[in-house]
């Protein structure tokens, strides 16, 4: 992981900052000037990386960095608002098992599920952001059997064991998250999108307004939807 490949030594013109970023150098393997110096000259290229790295994992940890700064600008951190977790909660009612949350940020989704007795588990790219909710979760006492945080590309991720999966991502991913989910989950799973609907599945409930509205889909009713849609893939 990128996290592997600290550079041992910063470039001069970055090594205030990178002693004060070591969380970030940590997680994306760059200090933040040099990731602000490459995206502004449109290349993936991190001066502290290609100077320091080893030659050898240089082109590897190239490629994970590239991934992780284009999953992060794809679907910022943005945390749920207080309405907007309720909201979730209201549309999990009656619901038991097994929850992912996907991207879960600080956690406050999971904690929210976990606190009613769902067994979560909450995906995250952002390393800094499991660490802190892991941190919250040994802080609140929350048993570790009920409440995982990992550190895993959702997408990279078999996520056929959840029934319950809630998702406040961004409204480009929502179409290709929706095939999916289809793809992997049971028909019994129901699915909670957070301010961003699914583009063609038909909601199950909504709750909320504005920038809090959520939205509910139960699986078997998407899937029997869409097999009455032609050229729809179920
Ligand atoms: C809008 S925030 C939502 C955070 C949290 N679920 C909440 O409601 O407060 C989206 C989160 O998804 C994470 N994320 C984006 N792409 C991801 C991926 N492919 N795998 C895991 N996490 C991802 C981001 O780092 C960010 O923390």
């Not at 490949?5 to 040099?34: F, H, I, K, N, Q």
């Not at 991934?67 to 600008?73: F, K, Q, T």
């Not at 007795?117 to 979760?137: D, M, W």
Request: hydrophobic residues 35%; proline residues 6%; charged residues 20%.
């Amino acid at each position: 992981m990128p996290g592997s490949s600290l550079p041992a030594d910063p470039t001069p013109s970055c090594r205030p900052v990178w002693a004060l970023c070591s969380l970030a150098c940590m997680e994306y393997g760059a200090c933040l000037s040099c990731l602000v110096f490459a995206k502004s000259r449109s290349t993936s290229s991190a001066p502290c990386l290609t100077t320091n790295v080893r030659k050898e994992e240089n082109e590897q940890d190239e490629q994970d960095n590239t991934m992780i700064r284009s999953r992060l600008s794809e679907v910022p951190y943005l945390p749920s608002s207080k309405d907007q977790t309720l909201n979730i909660m209201k549309l999990l009612e009656g619901r038991t098992g097994r929850l992912a949350d996907l991207g879960s940020g600080d956690g406050r989704v999971v904690f929210a599920a976990s606190s009613v007795g769902f067994q979560c588990t909450g995906f995250e790219i952002n390393g800094v952001l499991v660490a802190y909710a892991r941190s919250k979760a040994r802080w609140k006492g929350v048993p570790s059997g009920q409440v995982t945080f990992v550190k895993k590309d959702f997408w990279k991720t078999d996520l056929s064991v959840y029934n319950n999966v809630t998702a406040f991502l961004a409204p480009g991913v929502m179409g290709v998250l929706g095939e999916k989910l289809l793809k992997e989950l049971p028909d019994g799973a129901r699915v909670i999108a957070c301010r961003f609907p699914f583009p063609s599945w038909p909601q199950q409930s909504t709750v909320g307004s504005g920038l809090d509205q959520t939205f509910a889909y139960d699986i078997s009713s998407v899937r029997s939807h869409l097999r009455k849609v032609p050229n729809a893939e179920v």
